[in-house]
T-cell receptor, first 114, second 113 residues
Framework: AQSVTQLDSHVSVSEGTPVLLRCNYS??????LFWYVQHPNKGLQLLLKYTSAATLVKGINGFEAEFKKSETSFHLTKPSAHMSDAAEYFCVVSAVTNAGKSTFGDGTTLTVKP | DAGITQSPRHKVTETGTPVTLRCHQTENHRYMYWYRQDPGHGLRLIHY???????DKGEVSDGYSVSRSKTEDFLLTLESATSSQTSVYFCAAKGGPDTGELFFGEGSRLTVL
């Protein structure tokens, strides 16, 4: 079994300040973890992924995430928010032993204030 | 979008009518998925396919059926649409169960009156 909990449904930051979106996961197997971003009326786009290599993962647009097995967390961060970062973000867990099915968190809406 | 197209992109229908959503991919991905997205629920898996004519249920499969007669096409059918099936439906695909990236279509917005 696997599950994902995104700890904040909404996060609001000012432009130029750091972003932290929190994700905890549960998996019976060695998981792969992903963050996807969804802009309004669009499909989902991969930001970054962890697949048992380096625990600090860098993604597109300056985002990164750190896999912490002891805390079962995979938080997404960015040093400086940009207006274009305003979107919905999904944390996803997947395991090959689960027929590759992915389980999504409920999403975090990021608002960036000027 | 990596070659995933969905049709129709928008549809309004009435309760009790059948509806079919189509997903077409051009990258020869083996695995294909249908999700629905509702506010506060993230994406929930309806059905998935791991090859031609090989499909299985996801977590919210009641009221839905799927078919995959060709690698490139994955159809989602609502046999008799209900208002609770008003949602945005996303198709996704990937090459294998190796936990790689999912590629998404742009979604199909379905309204059932």
């Amino acid at each position: 079994a696997q599950s994902v909990t995104q700890l904040d449904s909404h996060v609001s930051v000012s432009e130029g300040t750091p972003v932290l979106l929190r994700c905890n996961y549960s998996s019976s197997y060695s998981p792969s973890l992903f963050w996807y971003v969804q802009h309004p009326n669009k499909g989902l786009q991969l930001l970054l992924k962890y697949t048992s290599a380096a625990t600090l993962v860098k993604g597109i647009n300056g985002f990164e995430a750190e896999f912490k097995k002891s805390e079962t967390s995979f938080h997404l961060t960015k040093p400086s928010a940009h207006m274009s970062d305003a979107a919905e973000y999904f944390c996803v867990v997947s395991a090959v032993t689960n027929a590759g099915k992915s389980t999504f968190g409920d999403g975090t809406t990021l608002t960036v204030k000027p | 979008d990596a070659g995933i197209t969905q049709s129709p992109r928008h549809k309004v229908t009435e309760t009790g009518t059948p509806v079919t959503l189509r997903c077409h991919q051009t990258e020869n991905h083996r695995y294909m998925y249908w999700y629905r997205q509702d506010p506060g629920h993230g994406l929930r898996l309806i059905h998935y396919s791991y090859g031609v004519k090989d499909t299985d249920k996801g977590e919210v499969s009641d009221g839905y059926s799927v078919s995959r007669s060709k690698t490139e096409d994955f159809l989602l059918t609502l046999e008799s649409a209900t208002s609770s099936q008003t949602s945005v439906y996303f198709c996704a695909a990937k090459g294998g169960p190796d936990t790689g990236e999912l590629f998404f279509g742009e979604g199909s917005r379905l309204t059932v009156l």
